[in-house]
């Protein structure tokens, strides 16, 4: 290996590091929450290689691009057994890292079984009794929930045409959106009306998370 591409690589190790420290303290984890999301990120990649679960240039900052990214979602989220629903879960962000997190009240959707068969090996491999379904999100049998997470998955207007599947009066939803959410909630505002609030990621890149409540259709 020549010299700057190990230079590189201890360069990326330590922006891990760091970013896992960092990641832990500010949540508080737990040696057990630790050593689950370490074994998720091995199996994440190891997964990848074969299924493309993930961008591969996100797998060596896992820490800060998908479990921080993942684990924010709990600062809008206070009740650890509220009722959630994560849409198009993919490899089960931000679901997964939020059941690690204490949130088990939470069901898993995708429509691709690879992703799904992924989250359920990673379950039972380490005694996690997780909740997902392999099926397209309109197609699910009517259930109400208090929080619609999602991330990277639809459009927002489509997605409020999805969360009106599974609302309540006072569901609230929380979407993991980039840069162009501004948009996005300018295009829905034509089909939807609602209330929302915009927050900056805490991880890294452009990203915002949008929050939504009090949504119905014009």
């Known amino acids: 290996m020549h010299y700057l591409d190990i230079l590189k690589k201890i360069k990326i190790e330590k922006q891990l590091n ?7 303290k ?8 630790i050593d689950l999301i370490d074994i998720y990120i091995s199996k994440l990649k190891k997964s990848n290689e074969i299924h493309n679960l993930v961008g591969p240039s996100t797998i060596d900052v896992a820490w800060d691009r998908h479990i921080n990214d993942s684990l924010q979602l709990s600062n809008y989220i206070l009740k650890r057994n509220t009722s959630v629903i994560d849409l198009g879960t993919g490899a089960g962000l931000p679901g997964l890292i939020l059941y690690i997190f204490g ?6 959707i995708d429509s691709k079984m690879k992703k799904i068969n992924f989250i359920r090996e990673f379950a039972q491999e380490n005694n996690m009794e997780i909740k997902s379904i392999c099926t397209r999100v309109e197609k699910i049998k009517s259930q109400k929930f208090d929080f619609v997470i999602c991330r990277a998955f639809a459009p927002l207007t489509k997605l409020l045409y999805y969360s009106l599947l599974f609302s309540k009066k006072n569901t609230s939803l929380l979407f993991l959106k980039g840069r162009n959410v501004k948009k996005e909630i300018d295009e829905a505002k ?3 009306n609602f209330k929302y609030e915009i927050f ?16 119905k259709k014009l």
């Open 26 to 33: 500010n949540y508080n984890l737990n040696k057990r929450q």
């Open 190 to 192: 034509q089909t939807f």
């Open 18 to 24: 760091l970013d896992k420290k960092t990641v832990i």
């Open 200 to 215: 900056p990621s805490q991880s890294v890149g452009d990203g915002f998370v949008l929050k939504i409540n009090q949504f």
């Open 103 to 108: 949130y088990t009240n939470i069901l898993l």
